[in-house]
């Protein structure tokens, strides 16, 4: 769900169910979402300037233990986007975890989809 609300955000023209399309500005938005199961997850969007036309939609996965604020400032995605013109979203994992499979993660414990 998290990302049908994301390519909405980019002007798809995908249908998500609760979802409502809207223009990004350029520069960085904040977002929260509720999931099915009621959890707050969040995500860092950042625009180029000139977006308001359809963009590429780049995913970014924080690694292990850091967050989507940390990425965005200590990696060259927005220096990219700006380059090449697409849109970046930034995305916060449970309790900065994500449900890999690799061992007890706090999302994995979690059950996070």
Do not use: K
Request: proline share 4%; net charge negative.
């Amino acid at each position: 769900m998290l990302v049908g609300l994301l390519v909405a955000a980019c002007g798809s023209t995908t249908h998500v169910p609760g979802a409502h399309a809207q223009s990004l500005g350029a520069g960085t938005s904040h977002f929260t979402v509720s999931t099915a199961d009621g959890r707050a997850r969040e995500y860092i969007v950042y625009a180029p300037p000139g977006a308001a036309t359809r963009r590429p939609l780049v995913l970014v996965y924080h690694g292990a233990e850091a967050t989507a604020e940390g990425t965005a400032q200590e990696t060259d995605f927005i220096q990219a986007a700006n380059q090449l013109g697409f849109v970046v979203a930034f995305l916060q994992g449970y309790e900065n975890t994500w449900n890999e499979g690799a061992g007890g993660t706090p999302a994995r414990v979690a059950h996070v989809n």
